[in-house]
C-alpha cells in the first residue's frame, strides 16, 4: 500500500488557509477518487503540552513573551501529533494539518529564539510531503482580522504589525532556512493576496502535481 501525503498549510493570521484547506479537503472528497483524509491542526489536545500551548495563545498578550516555552510545548506537542497521524500515513491515509515546524521557525524566531535550536527541538519528526504557504501583507491580514475577529479580541500574535513583518520575512526565508539547518522541502510559496478561487487553483495544481510524483 502506497503511502498517504502529509501537506501543511502555514502563513500568518489572516492569509486565507483556514479556507483553502477546507477548499482542498472537499476538491478531494468530490473527486471521486474516495481518498481518506485525516484533518488535523497544531497545536492540537492530543497530550498536555497542546493545551499548555493553547492557553498560552489565549492568555499572553506580549508576542515576545514566552518564547523558550513556546518551542518546548510546540515541540512535545509534535512528538504526539507524529504518533497519531504517521500510522494512518502508512495505511494510505492523507493527512492534512493546519500549522507544523514551519510556524516556530516563524514565530519563535522573532521572538528571539535561535533557529538552530528551534531545528534541534523538532529533529526526527514527520517531514512534510508538500507545505503551501499563504503569502500575504500584514495590512490585507489584519484588515481580514478585523472582518472576522474585531480588532480587540486578536490573540497576542496578532496585534503588533512590525511582529507580524518579522514573521511574513521568516515564512518567505523558510526553503533556504530548512535546507541548511533540517533538509530540504517542498515549500510553495502562494500570493494570498487574490482572490480565494484563483489561490484555489493554484493549490489544486500543486496538489495533483505532488501526487504524480
Known sequence: MKFGKFIVFEGINGCGKGIQFDLLHSYIRNSGKAMPIFTTGEPNDFDENGRKAREMLRSDGDPYSNNSSAVKYFARNRGAHNDIFIPMLKKGINVFSDRYWHSNFAFQSVQGVNSKDIAMANKGFRVPDLTLILD???????DRLNLRD?????RKFDRDEKFLNKVRENYLGLPKVLSKLMR?????VTNGARSIEAVFE????????????
Open 150 to 154: 474585531g480588532k480587540n479580541v486578536r
Open 136 to 142: 500575504v501583507p500584514v495590512e490585507i491580514a489584519f
Open 202 to 213: 493554484d493549490i489544486k495544481l500543486d496538489y495533483d502535481t505532488l501526487l504524480k510524483s
Open 184 to 188: 530540504e522541502e517542498n515549500i510553495v
